[in-house]
């Protein structure tokens, strides 16, 4: 027996000189220098100098490192695991061979069923190659994959990402810029990327990248409500003789399919794209388009990075805010480098002509120059040792099969910084160039093509209803079938129309056709030749931007209403007594509207209040300031009001609204009768009653602090609150939903505390808790009502003193509806329910926990998907 510890096989020090041995010979058996050169950029060795002294020593420090690394690394990572059919592997071997033939991977690629596993879970999906370019599939394994997974299914908050080799993305680079817009407290959308291990057909491909995709999945983890994401096309490029670069560029919208199948997205995507043809033809500002402030934050952080591929033509990507009906900046390919000589560099921002077209405008220069100076305050106390930990932690992640990957030296970004906030005029900043003409051809002149159903349009003359088709592209645009709707929503056939199609328009080609009179809306199947037939929809006299939310700057026009507005710089007063308005009506930006008490407003069918600035409404409770219809007419367009900032403060007391509903006013619909945007929302005793749209009162991003609300008697919803902090006290809910499934108080990615609140027939939900909202309810009482308290897409809700009473279906429930937030968890303490089998009256989602008085109840399977097309199912009122 040995009585003495088995010996190692190998010392720690023998085991680093074994595997720096066996990277040295592997270097010296790769068959060719390009070979090398992808060997070592896939093991993470990123050149720091320019001349090949520096570089040799380099990577001889780096290859002596490599073992440390490579031993101190972390092995434990998110493992994925892949398995795709034999023959559907051979059609992705097709692509990339064909990839290698063309130079770059084709646009019209396969795409093939899979199965991922992930945490034994087992997922159906879809997989194609990602990417253009060469780099994503130029190694054995760790090719850049693309995909999408199957029955609303998700991964790390995502239903779609990508698997990409780390290098494809710089290793840590993007990461550390979406952590530095974090630590300056940017709110730019950035995709995360997660180190996971991947394992392909039973074969280990190593430490990839998983990338989220631009999807609707990252707009809701980002705390945006559904939209679109927009982006560029080449349609053709010239260079004149004196080198001078023409690009015609084309906005489009990702997931064309998913937006124009969605009547509320179509019309966004309509709007998106007019807004960004308006800007690249010079026809409207860059703040008139993009949110001013994210735009110059964005602008300023790739300044300080000196990340000039972000700011491509081909690279921008924008996300489009349905509320604002702006488009807000999106991180995409920053490809941020740790090499001084390519990292120090004047600011991008200010040799790109489409970024000189968005600084140009006085809006969001200023506010380029306020993020550039908060960028300089923060950067040596926070930003630098954030990044510092941050990137430690991460690349421990990638050391295990990126071993030659070295930090980012810092000092590199404190030079930057410091050349930038001197332009560049003192010692060690004057060498300094614009971004190089090697790194990037740029291009002189852009100009934009818009698509042809923007230039295409369906409007009344001389009584005759007219359908106008341009086709102003470059290929043949097929008409292959129209619909009518007329005024009371009622189908017509158009078969004569019909009889005619398809119909082929070729560039440059214009065609009308008469429609029938009663015809408002037509829906059209058409494409464009070798592209997917997609459905496409005309309002009748609806152009894409008949009206978008702006504020209005009146220039020497009659005030039709200055009888009882008086309008002085920056304010407006409304005098007391009873006044008609009969048109919509629109402040210029950052205005104060203050209402007194005792005034009695009454609308027009399509008359209401626009306010850009702060609303200040002083009405007494014997005295209330009231909002309502015009005798006339049925309801009226409602009040919708833009704070100047998240500071600005409305304080409403004593109000009452009635008969109100959403504006319809052009393709810009927001779902809310009452609407604020951003702000604080000071209310005290406002009612809301008998409202004519899908929401009551809609809060979007704002600081509520409201008590005494009443809202009764609505066709839909009654309160949503969209990424809310604050509070709600002694407000009550009554008659809700009684066109369609109506929730009582709806709440999304929000913390609020709820107390006081009282819930009276309530057809769907009275409280729902959605997508990581924190709700904290006190005293609340429920009767007449499906379901009382529903937590559900990662959310808490703690809630105590809950009286329940006459519940239809369920009284409290917790459930994951949205599968890329997850389940969801609800503590319910001192409650009673009055109804018999209340004990029944309680579930939880397996995933997800409900604890009632102390009791943990039991989870169960649950279909949510039925419980959505059954009982929660809504109808929501256009």
């Not at 004519?692 to 602090?705: H, K, M, P, R, T």
Request: glycine residues 4%; proline residues 4%; aromatic residues 8%.
């Amino acid at each position: 027996m040995r009585l003495d510890p088995p010996k190692q096989r190998f010392t720690p020090h023998e085991r680093k000189v074994c595997l720096l041995a066996i990277l040295l010979l592997t270097l010296l058996v790769l068959p060719s220098l390009n070979s090398v050169r992808h060997y070592l950029v896939d093991n993470g060795f990123v050149a720091h100098h320019t001349s090949t002294k520096d570089k040799a020593w380099q990577l001889a420090k780096s290859l002596a490192l490599a073992p440390a690394k490579w031993l101190a690394a972390e092995k434990e990572l998110p493992v994925i695991k892949i398995d795709i059919k034999y023959q559907d592997w051979l059609k992705l071997e097709s692509d990339r061979k064909t990839a290698f033939t063309q130079g770059k991977i084709p646009e019209i690629r396969h795409e093939v069923t899979a199965l991922i596993y992930y945490q034994q879970n087992k997922f159906p999906a879809k997989i194609r190659l990602q990417g253009d370019m060469l780099d994503h599939i130029n190694k054995t394994k760790r090719w850049s994959l693309k995909v999408s997974l199957k029955k609303k299914q998700a991964i790390f908050e995502s239903r779609k990402f990508s698997l990409l080799a780390t290098s494809v993305r710089g290793h840590q680079g993007a990461s550390l810029f979406a952590k530095s817009l974090a630590i300056a407290n940017f709110d730019i959308i950035s995709p995360k990327h997660i180190p996971v291990r991947v394992v392909l057909n039973g074969n280990d491909w190593g430490v990839m990248f998983f990338e989220q995709a631009f999807s609707q999945s990252l707009l809701a983890v980002n705390n945006r409500t559904e939209g679109l994401i927009a982006r560029l096309d080449l349609v053709a490029e010239s260079i004149d003789e004196n080198g001078q670069v023409t690009r015609l560029l084309k906005p489009r919208v990702l997931q064309r399919k998913t937006i124009l199948g969605n009547s509320s997205l179509a019309k966004q995507r309509k709007i998106a794209l007019a807004l960004l043809n308006d800007f690249l033809s010079g026809n409207r500002s860059a703040s008139d388009v993009f949110d001013a402030k994210r735009l110059a934050q964005y602008l300023a952080m790739v300044d300080l990075w000196g990340a000039w591929h972000a700011l491509t033509w081909n690279n921008w990507r924008w996300y489009y805010n349905p509320h604002t009906a702006k488009l807000e900046p999106i991180q995409s390919d920053v490809a941020v480098t740790p090499a001084a000589h390519i990292w120090l560099m004047q600011p991008p921002s200010q040799t790109f002509e489409i970024t000189k077209a968005m600084l140009n405008d006085p809006q969001v220069k200023a506010h380029y120059l306020a993020s550039k100076s908060t960028l300089m305050k923060l950067l040596n106390e926070q930003i630098i040792p954030q990044l510092s930990r941050y990137e430690q932690q991460l690349t421990q992640l990638l050391h295990s099969d990126s071993p030659l990957i070295s930090p980012f030296n810092f000092d590199v970004m404190q030079r930057q910084a410091h050349c930038w906030s001197t332009s560049y005029q003192v010692d060690g900043c004057r060498s300094i160039k614009p971004v190089s003409e090697k790194l990037h051809k740029q291009l002189n002149v852009f100009k934009t093509q818009p698509n042809w159903d923007l230039v295409s349009r369906v409007y009344e003359h001389q009584g005759q209803v007219v359908w106008l088709v341009k086709n102003n592209d470059n290929i043949a645009l097929i008409i292959k079938e129209v619909q009518g709707v007329t005024t009371y929503d009622e189908i017509t056939k158009l078969d004569e129309i019909n009889d005619d199609l398809p119909l082929k328009l070729f560039p440059g080609q214009t065609t009308t056709i008469n429609l029938p009179k009663n015809v408002v809306t037509l829906k059209v199947s058409a494409g464009l030749a070798g592209k997917k037939i997609a459905p496409f929809i005309f309002n009748k006299n609806v152009r894409s931007l008949s009206f978008v939310p702006r504020p209005y700057e009146p220039r020497n026009s009659i005030f039709l209403y200055s009888e009882f507005i008086k309008r002085t710089k920056g304010e407006w007063h409304v005098q007391v007594g009873t006044w008609h308005i009969n048109s919509y009506l629109v402040t210029p930006s950052n205005t104060k509207v203050v209402i007194p008490a005792g005034t009695h407003l009454t609308f027009s069918k399509n008359a209401g209040l626009m306010v850009f600035g702060s609303l200040q409404v002083y009405g007494k409770k014997n005295n209330p300031v009231i909002f309502t219809k015009h005798q006339a007419d049925s309801k009226w367009s409602g009040l919708s009001v833009f704070a100047a900032s998240a500071e600005t403060e409305h304080v409403i007391n004593h109000l009452k609204i009635h008969f109100a509903s959403s504006p319809k006013l052009g393709l810009w619909q927001p779902r809310g009768a009452i609407y604020f945007v951003k702000g604080i929302v000071n209310m005290q005793s406002v009612e809301i009653t008998d409202n004519q749209s899908e929401d009551g009162l809609n809060i979007i991003n704002a600081v509520v602090i409201i008590d005494g609300l009443t809202i009764k008697n609505t066709l839909s919803d009654a309160f949503d609150c969209d990424f809310c902090t604050g509070e709600v006290n002694n407000s009550q809910f009554i008659n809700i939903g009684s066109r369609s499934g109506g929730d009582g108080l709806d709440i999304s990615g929000s913390n609020l505390k709820l107390t006081g609140a009282k819930f009276t027939q309530v057809r769907d939900k009275a409280i729902s808790a959605g997508e990581r909202s924190q709700l904290h309810v006190i005293d609340a009482t429920f009767n007449d009502v499906n379901f009382a308290i529903v937590a559900k897409d990662d959310s808490t809700v703690i809630a105590e003193n809950i009286t329940a009473s006459n519940i239809h279906h369920m009284a409290l429930m917790s459930y994951s509806k949205k599968r890329i937030f997850g389940p969801a968890v609800m503590k319910v303490t001192k409650y009673s329910c009055a109804d018999l089998n209340c004990q029944n009256k309680s579930v939880a989602e397996l995933g997800s926990r409900l604890v009632v008085n102390g009791l943990e109840i039991r989870s169960q399977a649950i279909d949510v998907n039925n419980l959505y097309n059954t009982i929660m199912k809504s109808d929501k009122p256009k």
